[in-house]
């Protein structure tokens, strides 16, 4: 079992979401970190590890049983909380490879991405 969120980084996630950043009990390891937007900041989860945290801990039969019995669990019992404006949210990739399409990360290539202010 990957070790407890450290009493310093339950302090800026609750800094960084003003008090309000559910923390889901046994899939810290998942947290990416805080989505900040208009409406406010929440913790923001790997979706994927979520899911495979989970299948780790169902007891079935086959991997594609746990896998499939993790997903329905997530779906119902995880993402289907209903906490509010505070509900945490959950990452899922849309297939962008940075570096394929050239783009360092943490840096703004100006010849691929312009800004109407450039």
């Known amino acids: 079992m990957p070790p407890a969120l450290s009493e ?68 119902y019992n995880v993402a289907g909380l209903g906490l509010g404006k505070d509900s945490p949210g959950f990452f899922v990739s849309c297939g962008i490879d940075r570096k394929a399409a050239g783009v360092s990360v943490g840096k703004r290539n100006k010849s691929q991405f312009r800004s109407p202010f450039d």
């Open 8 to 75: 310093d980084i339950r302090e800026n996630i609750s800094a960084l979401t003003d008090g309000g950043g559910v923390l889901l009990e046994g899939l810290e390891e998942a947290i990416m970190g805080v989505c900040e937007s208009f409406s406010g900041s929440i913790v923001l989860y790997d979706k994927a590890m979520c899911i495979d945290i989970l299948a780790s801990r169902m007891d079935c039969d086959s991997d594609e049983e746990s896998y499939l019995a993790a997903v329905e669990y997530f779906e």
